[in-house]
């Protein structure tokens, strides 16, 4: 439960930081999300959760 909490707090702060010193950026990415068919957004979304869970199990493979 300790890890999830960790990952939880770890994704807030990036996010948080990403809406705080870019907002501008973030609109663009956010219309260039837009114009992809979903399909591409759909995989883009999948290798993401792939590679959190990937990430997340290295972390518990060193000890974190």
Same mark, same amino acid.
């Given at each position: 439960? #300790? !890890? /999830? +909490?960790? *990952?939880? #707090?770890?994704?807030? /702060?990036?996010? &948080? +930081?990403?809406?705080? !010193?870019? @907002?501008?950026? /973030?609109?663009?990415? +956010?219309? $260039? !999300?837009? =114009?992809? @068919?979903?399909? $591409?957004?759909? %995989? *883009? &979304?999948? %290798? =993401?959760?792939?590679? &959190?869970?990937?990430?997340?199990? #290295?972390?518990?493979?060193? &000890?974190?």
């Amino acid at each position: 439960m #300790g !890890l /999830i +909490l960790l *990952a939880f #707090g770890l994704v807030l /702060i990036v996010e &948080g +930081l990403a809406y705080a !010193l870019a @907002p501008s950026l /973030i609109e663009r990415m +956010l219309e $260039a !999300l837009r =114009s992809l @068919p979903d399909h $591409a957004r759909r %995989l *883009a &979304g999948l %290798l =993401s959760v792939v590679s &959190g869970f990937i990430l997340l199990w #290295g972390a518990y493979q060193v &000890g974190f």
